[in-house]
C-alpha cells in the first residue's frame, strides 16, 4: 500500500520504498489525495522506480492509464519512455476567439446550424476522415508528408487555407528530428513507409481535419473573463474578449498518431526480450531506450511526426469551424488563442539541468518571465493554459505561477476521468444525463450523449481548480461556459 503524506493543504507525497530516492510529488486537496486508486499510486511508484528518472508528479487529475498514470509528469535526463506519452501522440486542447457576441447564439435555431455547419466540415468517430464530410478540406498526399514532416509550416498552412500566423500561437508549431532536422523525420517516414508499417498513409493522412471518438470534442462556448485587473490584462494579451462566443478543441494525432506509438512499443518490447533486459516493475508498459541509441532516435522520430500531425490536424480543425461559422453568421472573425499538447515528451530545462520532461495527461504551465518564452507573445504574462472540464461545469484559460517551479512547471490536463468508461455505463442513468444538457440549455450533435463521457463520469472539476490554484501553480484568468458540444457517440477510440 503506496501512502500519500500531506505536506501543506494542496501538496503531498510518496516516499520510494527504502527511501530510495526523491519521493513523488502530489499536487491536490485532501477531497482529491483521498480518492487516487491504488493502481494509480502504484503505477505512480513504478515509474519513478525506473531507469533513469529523477522526479515523478501526480496531478490532481491522475488515474490509472498504460504503465504510467495518465495525469502525470515524468522527467529523465538519460531516458525517453513511450508509455507517458501514450498511444495518442500529441493529444492537445485549442481554442479560437470568435468576435461574435454571447447574444448571437441564443437561439437554437442558430445554434444548431452552426453545429451541422461544423460536422459537415470536421468528421468524428474512430477512423472516420475527410470523405465522409462533404464540406472538408482534401488534404493529398504531397501536402500530407509535408504536414507530418514538417507540422504548422508557412507553406503547410497556406496550402491548407490555415492562417500562417497561427503558429505563433502555438506551444509548438514544429517538430524537427532526433537531430534537429526535418530531415530526419523525411528519412524515417520513408523508411516507414517502405516497411509497410503504415499500410494505409493515405487514408490516415485523410484524418486531418477530424476530431475522432473517446474523450475528444469541439466545444462552443461564451468566455467569461475573471474581473481582477491581472487577469484582464492577461485575457487582452491572449486575445479573449469577454461576454463573446469561442470555440474550444480537443484531439490528437488520430490513426496516424496511434499506428506510431503501437510501433514502437512492439519495437521495444522486442528489443528488451531480445538482450533479456527486465521491464522496470515487470510493466512491458514501461519499456524505454537510453538517449543517444537508434532505438531513442527512432522514437523521437515517431514521436515528433506524429506530433506534426497533431498540429496540423488543431490548426485545420480551427480553420474549418471559423469557416463554418462564417458561413452560418456571415462577416465573423476569429483568431486563434493557443494550441497545447498534453501528451508529448519535450526538452526542457529542470533544476538547471536539460532533460526530457514527459508529460501524460498533463500541460506545461510556464510564467511570465521565463527564459523560454522569450521572442513569443506572452513572455511577460506566461502562455495561456486550456484546462477541459466537463460541458455542465465549464472549462478554463489559466496562466502559471511561480510555483509551477515545483512541479517541473506542469499542471494538470483537465478533470481526469473518475469511472473508467464501463463502470460509467453499468453506473449512470442515460435519460439523467441527457436531461441535465437539457436543463443546462447545451446543445449536441448526438441523439444520445455518450453515457461514458458524461460529466459525472469525470471528477469534481472545481475541486481540481481548487488543488491547482492552492498549490499556486495556477489562476484562472477566463471560464468557458458551454453552448453546444461536437461529440462522437459511437464508442471510444483513444
Given at each position: 500500500?503506496?501512502?500519500?503524506?500531506?505536506?501543506?493543504?494542496?501538496?503531498?507525497?510518496?516516499?520510494?520504498?527504502?527511501?530510495?530516492?526523491?519521493?513523488?510529488?502530489?499536487?491536490?486537496?485532501?477531497?482529491?489525495?483521498?480518492?487516487?486508486?491504488?493502481?494509480?499510486?502504484?503505477?505512480?511508484?513504478?515509474?519513478?522506480?525506473?531507469?533513469?528518472?529523477?522526479?515523478?508528479?501526480?496531478?490532481?487529475?491522475?488515474?490509472?492509464?498504460?504503465?504510467?498514470?495518465?495525469?502525470?509528469?515524468?522527467?529523465?535526463?538519460?531516458?525517453?519512455?513511450?508509455?507517458?506519452?501514450?498511444?495518442?501522440?500529441?493529444?492537445?486542447?485549442?481554442?479560437?476567439?470568435?468576435?461574435?457576441?454571447?447574444?448571437?447564439?441564443?437561439?437554437?435555431?442558430?445554434?444548431?446550424?452552426?453545429?451541422?455547419?461544423?460536422?459537415?466540415?470536421?468528421?468524428?468517430?474512430?477512423?472516420?476522415?475527410?470523405?465522409?464530410?462533404?464540406?472538408?478540406?482534401?488534404?493529398?498526399?504531397?501536402?500530407?508528408?509535408?504536414?507530418?514532416?514538417?507540422?504548422?509550416?508557412?507553406?503547410?498552412?497556406?496550402?491548407?487555407?490555415?492562417?500562417?500566423?497561427?503558429?505563433?500561437?502555438?506551444?509548438?508549431?514544429?517538430?524537427?528530428?532526433?537531430?534537429?532536422?526535418?530531415?530526419?523525420?523525411?528519412?524515417?517516414?520513408?523508411?516507414?513507409?517502405?516497411?509497410?508499417?503504415?499500410?494505409?498513409?493515405?487514408?490516415?493522412?485523410?484524418?486531418?481535419?477530424?476530431?475522432?471518438?473517446?474523450?475528444?470534442?469541439?466545444?462552443?462556448?461564451?468566455?467569461?473573463?475573471?474581473?481582477?485587473?491581472?487577469?484582464?490584462?492577461?485575457?487582452?494579451?491572449?486575445?479573449?474578449?469577454?461576454?463573446?462566443?469561442?470555440?474550444?478543441?480537443?484531439?490528437?494525432?488520430?490513426?496516424?498518431?496511434?499506428?506510431?506509438?503501437?510501433?514502437?512499443?512492439?519495437?521495444?518490447?522486442?528489443?528488451?526480450?531480445?538482450?533479456?533486459?527486465?521491464?522496470?516493475?515487470?510493466?512491458?508498459?514501461?519499456?524505454?531506450?537510453?538517449?543517444?541509441?537508434?532505438?531513442?532516435?527512432?522514437?523521437?522520430?515517431?514521436?515528433?511526426?506524429?506530433?506534426?500531425?497533431?498540429?496540423?490536424?488543431?490548426?485545420?480543425?480551427?480553420?474549418?469551424?471559423?469557416?463554418?461559422?462564417?458561413?452560418?453568421?456571415?462577416?465573423?472573425?476569429?483568431?486563434?488563442?493557443?494550441?497545447?499538447?498534453?501528451n508529448i515528451a519535450r526538452e526542457e530545462i529542470v533544476d538547471g539541468k536539460k532533460a526530457w520532461v514527459h508529460r501524460k495527461g498533463a500541460t506545461r504551465a510556464i510564467p511570465g518571465g521565463h527564459f523560454s518564452l522569450a521572442g513569443t507573445p506572452f513572455a511577460e504574462t506566461g502562455h495561456p493554459?486550456?484546462?477541459?472540464?466537463?460541458?455542465?461545469?465549464?472549462?478554463?484559460?489559466?496562466?502559471?505561477?511561480?510555483?509551477?517551479e515545483r512541479t517541473a512547471w506542469s499542471v494538470n490536463h483537465g478533470a481526469g476521468r473518475a469511472m473508467g468508461r464501463k463502470h460509467a455505463a453499468r453506473t449512470l442513468d442515460q435519460k439523467s444525463v441527457d436531461a441535465d444538457f437539457d436543463v443546462s440549455d447545451i446543445l449536441t450533435n448526438c441523439?444520445?450523449?455518450?453515457?461514458?463521457?458524461?460529466?459525472?463520469?469525470?471528477?469534481?472539476?472545481?475541486?481540481?481548480?481548487?488543488?491547482?490554484?492552492?498549490?499556486?501553480?495556477?489562476?484562472?484568468?477566463?471560464?468557458?461556459?458551454?453552448?453546444?458540444?461536437?461529440?462522437?457517440?459511437?464508442?471510444?477510440?483513444?
Amino acid at each position: 500500500m503506496n501512502t500519500i503524506h500531506k505536506t501543506d493543504e494542496a501538496f503531498g507525497f510518496i516516499p520510494l520504498p527504502d527511501s530510495a530516492g526523491k519521493p513523488i510529488t502530489v499536487v491536490g486537496t485532501d477531497a482529491i489525495r483521498d480518492n487516487f486508486d491504488d493502481t494509480c499510486l502504484q503505477q505512480a511508484v513504478n515509474s519513478r522506480m525506473a531507469p533513469g528518472v529523477t522526479d515523478v508528479i501526480l496531478n490532481p487529475d491522475a488515474h490509472a492509464g498504460y504503465g504510467a498514470p495518465v495525469g502525470c509528469v515524468m522527467v529523465s535526463p538519460t531516458h525517453i519512455y513511450p508509455g507517458p506519452v501514450g498511444v495518442d501522440i500529441k493529444c492537445s486542447m485549442s481554442l479560437l476567439q470568435l468576435d461574435i457576441p454571447e447574444d448571437v447564439i441564443i437561439d437554437k435555431q442558430t445554434r444548431r446550424a452552426l453545429i451541422n455547419a461544423i460536422v459537415e466540415r470536421t468528421p468524428t468517430g474512430a477512423g472516420r476522415g475527410q470523405r465522409t464530410a462533404k464540406k472538408s478540406r482534401h488534404v493529398d498526399r504531397e501536402t500530407g508528408v509535408l504536414a507530418v514532416t514538417e507540422g504548422a509550416t508557412t507553406r503547410v498552412c497556406e496550402a491548407l487555407g490555415i492562417p500562417p500566423e497561427w503558429a505563433d500561437r502555438c506551444e509548438d508549431s514544429s517538430h524537427r528530428g532526433h537531430d534537429g532536422t526535418y530531415d530526419a523525420l523525411n528519412n524515417r517516414l520513408d523508411y516507414i513507409l517502405a516497411q509497410g508499417r503504415i499500410r494505409n498513409f493515405g487514408d490516415k493522412i485523410g484524418q486531418l481535419g477530424s476530431y475522432g471518438g473517446g474523450n475528444h470534442f469541439g466545444e462552443c462556448e461564451i468566455t467569461r473573463v475573471v474581473d481582477r485587473p491581472s487577469m484582464r490584462a492577461a485575457a487582452d494579451v491572449f486575445g479573449l474578449k469577454d461576454g463573446h462566443v469561442s470555440f474550444l478543441s480537443h484531439c490528437g494525432s488520430r490513426g496516424l498518431g496511434n499506428l506510431l506509438a503501437q510501433g514502437q512499443f512492439k519495437d521495444l518490447e522486442k528489443k528488451f526480450r531480445d538482450w533479456a533486459t527486465p521491464f522496470p516493475a515487470g510493466d512491458k508498459q514501461l519499456v524505454y531506450a537510453p538517449l543517444g541509441t537508434p532505438e531513442a532516435n527512432a522514437y523521437i522520430d515517431d514521436m515528433s511526426i506524429g506530433a506534426n500531425f497533431a498540429t496540423v490536424n488543431h490548426m485545420l480543425i480551427n480553420a474549418l469551424v471559423l469557416e463554418a461559422f462564417q458561413e452560418v453568421l456571415p462577416g465573423a472573425t476569429g483568431k486563434l488563442v493557443y494550441f497545447i499538447s498534453h501528451n508529448i515528451a519535450r526538452e526542457e530545462i529542470v533544476d538547471g539541468k536539460k532533460a526530457w520532461v514527459h508529460r501524460k495527461g498533463a500541460t506545461r504551465a510556464i510564467p511570465g518571465g521565463h527564459f523560454s518564452l522569450a521572442g513569443t507573445p506572452f513572455a511577460e504574462t506566461g502562455h495561456p493554459i486550456l484546462l477541459p472540464g466537463n460541458p455542465r461545469d465549464g472549462s478554463v484559460v489559466m496562466v502559471a505561477q511561480g510555483g509551477a517551479e515545483r512541479t517541473a512547471w506542469s499542471v494538470n490536463h483537465g478533470a481526469g476521468r473518475a469511472m473508467g468508461r464501463k463502470h460509467a455505463a453499468r453506473t449512470l442513468d442515460q435519460k439523467s444525463v441527457d436531461a441535465d444538457f437539457d436543463v443546462s440549455d447545451i446543445l449536441t450533435n448526438c441523439r444520445k450523449y455518450p453515457i461514458d463521457e458524461a460529466p459525472d463520469a469525470y471528477k469534481n472539476f472545481p475541486e481540481v481548480l481548487r488543488s491547482v490554484e492552492t498549490a499556486g501553480l495556477a489562476q484562472s484568468v477566463a471560464k468557458l461556459q458551454a453552448r453546444f458540444v461536437i461529440k462522437d457517440e459511437s464508442g471510444a477510440d483513444d
